[in-house]
């Protein structure tokens, strides 16, 4: 039997009036990777950003209900200790400019103040950039800057610094529509080892991406979680007549 | 070719035309000024000019040296007064774009810009010579800091602007508290720009005149000493240029070009380190 690790209860996001986010009840168990479809503005990507509390950064914006990381609700943390725990990935890869490939990997300790011996800073490096795949790229060119890479690479330096932190759970927002398809096929197969030690979430507006990866899939649409099924389950025969209207293409 | 077409063409290369002739006669009154100034003052700067006092009328020879020293401490406490206060006003404006209280500083820094240097001076006058009874390096100082506040606080702010806020996300994602996302992230990101914004202002009140004469007022020793009158360039350029002795017109003369290669060399300095830091996005 799995245990969940995030649960959200009646979650409920909005910006300004607008409400986004409707009463969402999801259950996601460890170790696995979870999907997120839905077509744009169903608010799958304000659900992602409520989880590790980057929702309420954006002026005006609001939340209501609970989300639970191991039975403690993360609106009661506070939120910096909320994003230790719960990485996030972005849509572009947004690696420090000023930083090296080497700073960037160790950013959270760095810009954090968190000091680390050498030693240790060395093996988290090199420990991060192999998880993504990286290690064998970059090894040469550490004190090089980040933005030097390709969009791919400096994606997975990107997954490198959120996994750097030890996080639980790792949230991922559309990582690969800004790739080319080696890189997103890259990316893609990461997240089969990236699981083993962390959880993950992904956004998608990618059919064909969420059913390769994830082991299970929520669908959102206009703001409700309609179905959340094992993948599988969900593409074969989905229970509710929306989504088997997106599955097959009749909306987008 | 049909004769619309050629038509077309040239009136397009009559357009070009016309944008480099303005764009030459833009340069043109500078290149004048530089040479004529430089023609005039270069002859009269030696070593001896650089580290002497100004003489008495009748004696020939004599030098800028309280000026020049005066200058170089009135601006560094200037900017040790607006550089701070610049910076993080601006840091304010771009991450509170929307805020009541950003929307009226940022309507105050625009009046502030355009208030003319003289009326600066003259409340500088009022609310820090009077009270203390003397005119004084320091009143001259804020005064010109005040003048540098507008130029600094919206060159960071725009500056600030135009980084991508998935930078500022990168860094709440990892979890950093807000002034770490601002110093470590922000700022370094946007060193490049900030710094030419406060090298500008620098370079815009070096040559300030007006704020200085009811402050600074002018000292024919020389002084080191922040609370009592200090010479400053522009206020010796002012003080002998205007005077009926032809020893203080040379002397005036050399100022002015001490005080334009200075205004260059900051100029030059800031584009080249501009370029030199530029975090490359």
Same mark, same amino acid.
């Given at each position: 039997?799995?245990?969940? #690790? ?47 509390? $980057?929702?309420?950064? #954006? ?45 960037? %990997? ?25 998880? %993504? ?31 750097? $932190? ?35 979430? #992904? %956004?998608?507006?990618? $059919? ?21 099924? %094992? ?22 | 070719? @049909? ?15 016309? @944008? !480099? ?10 290149? /004048?000024?530089? !040479? ?8 009269? !700067?030696?070593?001896? /000019? ?17 000026? =020049? ?17 610049? +910076? ?18 940022? =309507?105050?820094?625009? +009046? ?7 009326? +600066?001076?003259?409340?500088?006058? /009022? ?23 507008? +130029? ?19 860094? /709440?994602?990892?979890? =950093? ?8 992230? !922000? ?7 900030? =710094? ?12 300030? @005149?007006?704020?200085?004469? &009811? ?26 240029? @205007? ?25 030059? &300095? ?12």
């Amino acid at each position: 039997m799995e245990s969940t #690790i995030v649960k959200s209860v009646d979650y409920n996001a909005y910006f300004g009036e607008n409400h986004v986010v409707k009463n969402v009840n999801i259950e996601i168990p460890r170790n696995n990777v979870i999907a997120v479809m839905g077509p744009s503005g169903c608010g799958k990507t304000t659900f992602l950003r409520g989880i590790n509390r $980057m929702h309420e950064l #954006i002026p005006g914006a609001t939340a209501r209900g609970k989300i639970m990381l191991n039975n403690e609700d993360v609106m009661e943390m506070h939120p910096i200790f909320v994003r230790l725990k719960i990485g996030m990935v972005f849509q572009r890869p947004n690696p420090f400019p000023n930083l090296s490939i080497y700073d960037n %990997v160790i950013a959270g300790y760095k810009l954090n103040g968190i000091k680390l011996p050498k030693a240790d800073k060395d093996r988290i490096v090199e420990h991060s950039l192999t998880r %993504v795949a990286l290690w064998k790229e970059v090894k040469d060119s550490l004190t090089k800057k980040g933005s030097f890479l390709s969009g791919g690479q400096q994606q997975r330096l990107c997954i490198a610094r959120a996994v750097a $932190m030890e996080p639980e759970v790792l949230l991922f927002d559309e990582p690969t529509s800004a790739l080319d398809p080696i890189s997103t096929s890259t990316v893609e197969e990461l997240f089969h080892e990236l699981k083993k030690n962390y959880t993950l979430i #992904i %956004v998608t507006h990618n $059919m064909q991406q969420a059913a390769r990866v994830s082991d299970k899939t929520a669908f959102f649409y206009m703001g409700e979680l309609v179905e959340y099924d %094992v993948t599988k389950q969900m593409f074969t025969n989905p229970k509710d007549t929306r989504t088997q209207n997106y599955i097959t293409g009749r909306f987008s | 070719m @049909t004769n619309h077409v050629k038509y077309r063409i040239g009136k397009s290369a009559a357009f070009k035309g016309l @944008t !480099i002739v303005l764009a030459f006669a833009c340069v043109v009154p500078l290149i /004048f000024i530089l !040479i004529y100034i430089i023609q005039a003052g270069i002859t009269k !700067i030696n070593w001896h /000019f650089l580290t002497n006092l100004p003489k008495p009328v009748g004696e020939t020879g004599g030098g800028i040296a309280n000026a =020049l020293v005066g200058s170089m401490i009135i601006i560094l406490v200037a900017s040790v007064i607006a550089i701070p206060f610049g +910076i993080l006003c601006g840091i304010y404006l771009s991450e509170n774009r929307k805020s009541r209280l950003a929307y009226w500083s940022r =309507l105050c820094v625009d +009046i502030l810009q355009g208030v003319p240097s003289i009326v +600066i001076g003259i409340v500088a006058y /009022f609310w820090l010579v009077k009270p203390l009874g003397t005119f004084s390096a320091l009143s001259g100082s804020i005064a010109l800091a005040i003048m540098m506040l507008p +130029i600094i606080i919206r060159s960071t702010e725009e500056t600030l602007k135009l980084l991508p806020d998935s930078l500022r996300e990168a860094g /709440f994602a990892l979890g =950093l508290p807000f002034h770490r996302v601002v110093l470590k992230v !922000i700022l370094p990101c946007g060193v490049s720009g900030i =710094l030419s914004g406060v090298m500008l202002s620098v370079a815009r009140i070096a040559g300030e @005149t007006a704020p200085l004469l &009811f402050t600074a007022f002018g000292n024919p020793y020389l002084s080191c000493n922040i609370l009592k009158p200090m010479q400053s360039l522009p206020l010796l350029i002012f003080n002998y240029a @205007t005077s009926p002795y032809n020893d203080w017109h040379d002397l005036a003369w050399g100022a002015s070009c001490i005080l334009l290669i200075w205004v260059l060399a900051l100029n030059i &300095f800031t584009k080249v380190m501009t370029r030199k830091w530029k975090v490359q996005l």
